[in-house]
């Protein structure tokens, strides 16, 4: 069976726009058609039960076999939180598939370790908090 290159868009605060991340997948591969090989979830306001809140994701990891890619624009396109980070890696190991997180061009194979991607996670989404904060003490002054 051939291996397929799937694509997840996550929007949300702090992520790319949907543009940018589609031509992402596009440059990777993926078939960004109606019924191509990216799936696309957004953001609840309150994301507090991410694997149940987002359900293409899910729909997603249904359809992906060992040897497979799937391409993400940027880290914080994995997911919520470290914790849901983990699980979706987890997910992705177990179906012997190959994660590629476009910014800064990473790849994680089935057997890699996840812990420096987790931190670097952490990283960006402490990031993302700092600029919202800041902005928000800009709009108010």
């Known amino acids: 069976m051939e291996s397929v290159i799937w694509g ?15 031509k992402v997948m596009g440059y990777a591969g993926a078939d960004t058609g109606p019924v191509g090989t990216v ?20 729909i997603l990891l249904n359809h ?3 040897g497979d890619q799937v391409h993400f624009a940027d880290m914080l396109c994995l997911g ?9 890696l987890d997910q992705l190991k177990q179906k012997g598939a190959t994660a590629i997180i476009h910014t800064g061009i990473r790849e994680i194979d089935p057997n890699d370790d996840r812990s420096e991607i987790l931190l670097d996670f952490e990283k960006a989404r402490r990031a993302l ?3 919202r904060s800041r902005a928000k003490k800009r709009e108010a002054e």
Do not use: C, K, M
């Open 8 to 22: 997840y868009v996550l929007l949300g605060p702090g992520r790319p726009s949907r543009t940018t991340q589609l």
């Open 39 to 58: 799936w696309e979830d957004e953001l609840p306001a309150r994301t507090t039960r991410p694997q149940s809140q987002l359900t293409e994701r899910n």
């Open 64 to 66: 992906i076999n060992t």
């Open 80 to 88: 919520v939180s470290p914790q849901d980070v983990d699980w979706f």
């Open 129 to 131: 908090h700092v600029r």
